[in-house]
Every structure is written in structure tokens, then in C-alpha cells.
């Protein structure tokens, strides 16, 4: 179900903000679930956060400081993301499932993925 394209990755002090956006090409993007994961330098790829109508879920990681949201309109979701840390440095991947998950195997289309850099 379509294309994903995130945007919005950058280099940021610690405690500073970030909003990426990810749009999808998919006729169904109300009805689908749309997850953000992420992956930092020689580490597995992690959960977190993910959104489905009004439903999210978050990792305990970034619960508090991170939001996600939806715009269908746009057939766009975002996550803002405030008081970042250092450990929060990884390329962000957004994902869309057809049902609401933390796994990757709920997920079956990606994007590329965008850099988010978080120094000290």
C-alpha cells in the first residue's frame, strides 16, 4: 500500500527539537497504521512509536518527550520530538500495517529513513 517518504532528520543539541514528517501514497491511509522505528550504528532496529485512527503507542524510551500524529488529509504522520538526547541519535524509519503494532513484522511497507543526530 504505496510509497513512504520521511523527512525532517537533522543535527540538533541536546534538549532541542525535531518534527519529522512521513508521507505515505496509499489510497488507505486513514485506515491504516503507521509506525516510526529507528536504528542507531551497529544496533538492532527499535520500536518507537506508532498510531493508528486515535490509538498510539510509544516506547518507554521516548515516552513524554515524543508525540505522534496524524494528518490525513495530508497522508502524513509526524513525530515531534522534544528534549532529545544523545541516545536518541539513529536513522528513523516510518513503517504502515495494516494493524497496530510494536514489532516490525506488524509493518510491511518502509521508507528510506532519515538521520537524526543528537550531540551533546
Known amino acids: 500500500q504505496g510509497q513512504l517518504v520521511e523527512s525532517g532528520g537533522g543535527s540538533v543539541k541536546a534538549g532541542g527539537s525535531l518534527r519529522l514528517s512521513c508521507e505515505v501514497s496509499?489510497?488507505?491511509?486513514?485506515?491504516?497504521?503507521i509506525g516510526w522505528f529507528r536504528q542507531a550504528p551497529g544496533m538492532e532496529r527499535e520500536f518507537v512509536a506508532s498510531i493508528m485512527w486515535s490509538i498510539t503507542y510509544y516506547s518507554d524510551s521516548v515516552q513524554g518527550r515524543f508525540t505522534i500524529s496524524r494528518d490525513n488529509a495530508k497522508n502524513t504522520v509526524y513525530l515531534q520530538m522534544n528534549s532529545l538526547k544523545p541516545e536518541d541519535t539513529a536513522v528513523y524509519y516510518c513503517?504502515?500495517?495494516?494493524?497496530?503494532?510494536?514489532?516490525?513484522?506488524?509493518?510491511?511497507?518502509w521508507g528510506q529513513g532519515t538521520q537524526v543526530t543528537v550531540s551533546s
Open positions: 513503517a504502515t500495517g495494516s494493524h497496530l503494532g510494536m514489532r516490525e513484522n506488524d509493518y510491511d511497507y
Open positions: 496509499a489510497t488507505t491511509f486513514a485506515s491504516r497504521a
